[in-house]
């Protein structure tokens, strides 16, 4: 049966195991991943990742080992792992900026990616920018300021995005100070 299963790694959404191959009289093929009893993967390699899983609670895992003649082994010893805890710092987007300058003002064009294991219901991507750029217009986001921070949400059609998912929204300002700085460090925070 497969020994040392350990926990390599967990998220809000995540667990990540890994263990030391087994050996029998008939070559190992491959091993079941069992959570809570209920088998949830095959795979050919010593490590796994189970996601989609639910923020701050515990999973229990076991592994058994299958050869080519159709045995399969006793299972492991049991790990148990617990998921972070979800929120507001989720680091389940990223964020892009394309900007296009013409010196009088400026469009960006910012790409939100879902960079996690689970699929995400909305975002949020904030900013600053100098008071020397007034924004003047927006598309596919709710585009808002206070000071210098802008703040740009998705809207009911582009909130939800797939693991690897992306989409795009703009922001147009006009330089109303020609020594303002047009730059962009987004900050994404994803909704679950």
Known sequence: MPAGLTVTGSTASSVSLSWTASTDNTAVTGYDV??????????????YTDSGLSAATAYSYT??????????????????????????????????????????????????????TAAVKGWQVAWTWPTGLQISGSWSADVAR???????????????????????????????????????????TATS
Do not use: E, H
């Open 146 to 188: 206070s000071g210098q921070n802008v703040t740009a949400t998705s809207l009911a059609y582009n909130g939800a995005l797939a693991p690897s998912a992306s989409t795009s929204f703009g922001v147009q300002a006009t330089r109303t100070d020609s020594s303002a700085v047009a730059t962009v460090t987004p900050v994404c």
């Open 63 to 116: 592994v058994r080992a299958k050869d080519a003649a159709g045995n399969v082994s006793a299972a492991s010893a049991a790990v148990t792992a617990t998921t972070s805890a979800g929120g507001g710092t989720s680091t389940g987007c990223a964020a892009t900026v394309s900007l296009n300058d013409w010196g009088g003002g400026l469009t960006a064009t910012v790409t939100v990616t879902n960079n996690g």
């Open 34 to 47: 069992y959570r809570a009893g209920t088998k949830v993967a095959s795979v050919t390699g010593t490590s």
